[in-house]
């Protein structure tokens, strides 16, 4: 048997959150979703306590999408973004402005990314 990916709780929370995104997830949600960039991602898959905002599981990318609560935040979106990676993921980060006004340039740089993966 599989160790779960998060507590129950985890599990809850993330449920939750893929029922209210905020404008600039429903945005980018809008352009990732049934592989329109030719790879699966989920919204708000928790992995051990952290609910990443969007995951690829199969090109092990992680996109976050950060507003202005992460400016005092530095700290733990870090420890955050350690331990994704210590799970094998690469985690990008795009600023919710990023998405409201240049999604073009956003998409270009998750499909950059999904091209550039490095496998170990």
């Not at 898959?45 to 952290?50: D, K, L, Q, R």
């Not at 950060?66 to 935040?73: I, M, R």
């Amino acid at each position: 048997m599989h160790p779960r990916r998060t507590t129950p709780k985890g599990y809850d929370t993330a449920r939750k959150l893929r029922k209210e995104p905020t404008p600039a997830e429903a945005k980018l949600w809008a352009y990732i979703r049934n592989d329109k960039l030719g790879v699966n991602f989920r919204r708000q898959h928790a992995i051990g306590n952290f609910i990443p905002d969007f995951c690829c599981i199969k090109k092990k990318l992680i996109i976050e999408l950060d507003g202005s609560q992460h400016l005092e935040q530095e700290e733990y979106d870090k420890e955050r973004t350690k331990y994704l990676e210590e799970q094998g993921y690469r985690v990008i980060r795009f600023w919710n402005n990023q998405i409201m006004n240049d999604i073009n340039g956003v998409i270009k740089a998750i499909q950059f990314a999904l091209e550039s993966e490095t496998q170990a």
